[in-house]
């Protein structure tokens, strides 16, 4: 099975109360591609990069079986960049600086093997790009597509939006987000408003507290992996959809029991990845270490009934 992956590739200058690192290598597209390949090994890529970006973080994406055939190299321009600083709650932040560079003029353009991937997993991009995405693929009809969104866009794009929403099965977002969106403030009822939007499925993501999906009438709750040590959270959210598209493209099952597995392990690589600045943590870990956390996570919810 193949997972295409859609969205940005960055630099992030980052500032918690715990620590800060100034331009380190981030965006959507690469906590999800590093946290699928401990899933499958075959990755497709699509972005876009200026000259600037470091072509040993390129080579590592390949050794993990990225296909950077659609990734974009503009030699006349800058990547991406992100500036942040978070409060210490680790939830709410303030953004510093903004610098679209090469991204602003991103038109993203799918290779021919690309349109066949099985699992698509479009990031925070604008809907007019991930709609884009989707009419390229040859196989839109048999693709496995989950699409991530955020308040930005449902504030100056929601008609857009809600076009792009209708043609996915799964749609990841956070509880801010659901609440926006269906204008319920109850989570089951949020889900259930946006059930009538178009996705079969839907994930509400809530931090460190956990993740919720839903599908019709069933509910899975995900509890967050209590941790001694959070870093920064940042790409904590693109990191769960890459272990959680990651899984389902390696089992190859999308019944709602295989997503309730895949939640846990889009859960655990969350949890790696919080626990140091930027993609490091992705980077050191083993499938024993995922293993080990995931039979951790299994423990938070197992209970007796006397």
């Not at 698509?120 to 991930?130: A, C, F």
């Amino acid at each position: 099975m193949s997972l295409l992956t859609v969205g940005t590739m960055a630099f992030d200058s980052i500032e918690t109360p715990f620590g800060g690192v100034d331009k380190v290598v981030g965006g959507a597209c690469t906590y999800i591609s590093w946290a699928a390949s401990y899933f499958i090994d075959k990755i497709n890529l699509v972005s876009i990069v200026g000259s600037d970006f470091p072509d040993d973080e390129l080579d590592a994406l390949k050794k993990r079986g990225v296909d950077l055939s659609g990734l974009e190299i503009k030699q006349d321009g800058k990547t991406f960049f992100w500036a942040g600083k978070y409060h210490y709650n680790m939830i709410s932040r303030d953004t510093l600086t903004t610098d679209l560079n090469v991204l602003d003029d991103f038109n993203p353009v799918l290779p021919q093997h690309f349109k066949s991937s099985d699992f698509v997993m479009l990031g925070n991009l604008t809907p007019d790009i991930q709609d884009q995405v989707l009419n390229q693929l040859s196989s839109a009809d048999r693709s496995f597509v989950a699409l991530d969104t955020m308040n930005f866009w449902m504030d100056i794009a929601m008609d857009k939006l809600l076009e792009v929403i209708r043609k996915v099965d799964v749609l990841i977002i956070n509880d801010e987000e659901a609440r926006q969106l269906s204008g319920e403030y109850s989570l089951v009822n949020a889900a259930k408003k946006i059930h009538t939007l178009g996705p079969k499925y839907l994930i509400i993501k809530k931090g460190e507290h956990g993740a919720m999906l839903f599908n019709e009438s069933k509910v899975f709750f995900a509890p967050g992996l209590p941790l001694a040590e959070v870093k920064d959270p940042t790409g904590a959210g693109d990191t769960f959809a890459g272990g959680f598209m990651g899984y389902l493209a390696k089992t190859e099952d999308t019944s709602f029991e295989n997503m309730k597995r895949a939640l846990i392990y889009g859960s655990t690589m969350a949890s790696f990845c919080v626990q140091e600045f930027g993609i490091e943590n992705l980077k050191k870990i083993n499938q024993d270490k995922i293993d080990k956390r995931v039979k951790a996570f299994s423990n938070l919810v197992k209970f007796d009934i006397p």
